[in-house]
């Protein structure tokens, strides 16, 4: 799901950012060598890329995490059901399925981790989901929505919202 995930957010989300002059981060679970194949799946640029090999971030905001939340809860057969009712909302999780490959996280628990999505306007959380099972995300139209409401005082502390989270940066991995 985060492969589909980060194709939408790279084709759907982050050129309507660019325009607006914000930042947008994507941490993963992983190391920063393997964010290159995800990369190299989604499109996703590389520099927005952050590795969080410890899930320190994910830890830091709460996130859901658990057998129950990935395989066997009611939201992830409703995420799923929300695909198949939108025009084309299964293209892109057959899209992946088709290139899949199985990744490995670096402890075995992180399998279990799920995601979320927040926007921060310097160190104020402004919006923030957390995705309660599998492909339960947070509406992409109404996040791009709000991030462009906020646009540029958004741009200005997004440099420094991704520091001191536990994650692998591209700058510290060029080095």
């Known amino acids: 799901m985060a492969v589909e995930l980060g194709i939408q957010l790279r084709r759907d989300v982050k050129p309507g950012l660019d325009e607006a002059g914000v930042k947008l981060f994507l941490v993963s679970i992983g190391t920063w060598e393997r964010s290159g194949q995800f ?44 695909r198949l009712r939108r025009p084309g909302g299964m293209a892109d999780l057959k899209d992946v399925m088709g290139r899949w490959k199985p990744w490995v996280p670096p402890k075995q628990d992180q399998a279990l981790q799920q995601g979320g999505m927040f926007v921060f306007d310097g160190p104020r959380c402004v919006f923030s989901h957390f995705d309660q099972a599998t492909g339960a995300h947070a ?37």
């Open 39 to 82: 990369a190299d799946v989604t499109g996703f640029p590389r520099d927005c890329l952050l590795a969080d090999p410890g899930s320190v971030t994910y830890e830091a905001l709460g996130l859901v995490k658990g057998l129950q939340q990935t395989f066997l809860a009611k939201e992830t057969a409703f995420s799923f059901l929300g």
């Open 139 to 175: 509406d992409l139209a109404e996040v791009l929505g709000l991030a462009q409401q906020l646009g540029g005082s958004l741009a200005a502390s997004a440099a420094t919202a991704s520091m001191d989270c536990g994650c692998e940066e591209p700058a510290q991995q060029q080095q």
